[in-house]
């Protein structure tokens, strides 16, 4: 029969991971959900990484795009009725890195780290997503790879939806407005699409 102070240690035990009869290694304990470390200084580099740095690399994309693209294809080639301003275009595609970014901060937040990599995978598949599609349309001027790989986008986006909001509604649902924009995006980009490879290619024949 256990003592009053057994009880107590064996509840402390429980609180930090430590769970009585199992031998947990020092990483499993420190990731686990049960004992996350709640240390303000490591709340604010893993958001720091999570949120910031996805925003920062996708400024850095779009700043690309502006470098290697001076003949301002975007603005006087392209042609859609959907067609942005290219800085509110770039503007909104940073939005969604951070928006991506806080997903995984906050999956990581609430999942702890063992069971984080397939979170942490998807994405950073749709981070390079992200990014790859301005570098294949502004830069490569690649109408037909673009918009396959925004087409490709939005249907992982749907996963990831449904994947991460059996984590947290705050994260699944966090991908909400990105599937929105992307599904904008999409279309922005099926006009120039549509023009070139099939009323282009019918009028070829």
Request: some cysteine.
């Amino acid at each position: 029969m256990m003592s009053a102070g057994d009880l107590q240690e064996s509840e402390e035990e429980e609180e930090n991971g430590d769970v009585p009869g199992i031998r947990m290694s020092y990483y499993e304990s420190r990731c686990s959900p049960v004992h996350r470390d709640d240390r303000i200084a490591v709340k604010i580099v893993v958001g720091f990484s999570f949120v910031f740095l996805p925003g920062l690399a996708c400024v850095g994309v779009w700043a690309a795009c502006l470098m290697y693209s001076p003949d301002m294809w975007y603005e006087l080639v392209l042609e859609s009725p959907l067609k942005l301003p290219f800085y509110a275009f770039g503007g909104v595609w940073c939005g969604v890195c951070v928006a991506t970014g806080f997903s995984l901060f906050w999956t990581w937040y609430v999942k702890g780290c063992r069971r984080f990599v397939p979170y942490l995978l998807l994405g950073i598949l749709i981070l390079l997503l992200s990014f790859a599609y301005p570098a294949l349309l502004i830069v490569g001027h690649f109408i037909l790879y673009s918009f396959a790989a925004v087409t490709i986008l939005w249907l992982i986006l749907i996963v990831a939806l449904v994947f991460y909001s059996s984590v947290s509604k705050i994260a699944g649902f966090s991908f909400l407005p990105i599937l929105l924009w992307t599904t904008y995006t999409a279309l922005f980009t099926f006009f120039p699409f549509y023009d070139q490879y099939i009323e282009g290619g019918n009028s070829a024949r």
